[in-house]
Every structure is written in C-alpha cells, then in structure tokens.
C-alpha cells in the first residue's frame, strides 16, 4: 500500500463544506488503496503562504515519509502559480510525486515551470556577458 498526503486548504468555507471535500479527497485514497494522512489548512487568502499544516506537510517531505502528494485541484495549494510551480519543483527535489484528483496533468505546470528557469539563466548568462564587456 502506498502511503500518501492529502492536502487541502480551506477559505471561508462551512464545516459542512470542508467535510464534504475532505470525504472526497479520503474516498478518492480508498478507491486508489491509498495509505494516508491528511493535512489541511484553513486560510484567509490562498496567497497566504503562511500555512502550519504545509508547512509540516513539506517537512514530512523532506524526511521521505510520503511518495505522493494528494490534491483535490492545483488552487488548494495556492491561487500564486510562481508558488505552485516552486511547490511542484520542491516535489520533484524531493521524489515526490503529486496527483490531482480533479483528473489534471500537472505535468504541464512542470514543463513551464522548467522551461521559465532556463529562460531566465539564459538571461542572467547574457546580462553577465554584457557587463564583462
């Protein structure tokens, strides 16, 4: 069995609501015999990135106790797509996979997110060749 994190993020949402969204993400983990820990913060802005459950989510990362990280859509992390697409770098830094129960390939967020460094190293190489000059 897999063991996995689910994370979600909560903004201005009943207690109904977050139940609601917490049984589908654990239903989504028991359809996919999923071992899991949920994680999830609620939140006055999804730019907030100040978030304790993250926060110790990333540190359980860091000490290899998941291999895949659970969400119900790429805006549960953050609505900063610089954040996700740094949060999905971190993963991948880390071994982790992340798996959207929305149905989305996040592996365009990747491939963007690639693509935008080596743009900008290619730019930070071309502004050093100019000042050296």
């Known amino acids: 069995m897999e063991k996995v994190a689910v994370y979600a993020s909560f903004k201005n949402q009943n207690s109904k609501s977050i139940e ?4 589908q993400l654990a239903d989504y983990c028991l359809m996919k015999n999923y071992d899991y820990t949920i994680y999830f913060d609620k939140v006055k802005s999804r730019l907030d990135l100040n978030r304790k459950e993250l926060n110790s ?7 290899k106790e998941y291999s895949k990280v659970v969400i119900k859509d790429i805006t549960q992390l953050s609505r900063n797509t610089v954040y996700n697409m740094e949060f999905l770098k971190f993963l991948d830094d ?3 996979q992340i798996e959207s129960i929305d149905g989305l390939d996040l592996t365009l967020y990747k491939k963007i997110f690639y693509r935008f460094n080596e743009k900008k190293e290619e730019k930070e190489r ?4 100019l000042k050296e000059k």
């Open 94 to 96: 880390n071994n982790c």
């Open 57 to 63: 989510l990333k540190e359980d990362i860091k000490n």
């Open 126 to 129: 071309w502004i050093t060749k």
């Open 20 to 23: 609601y969204s917490l049984k």
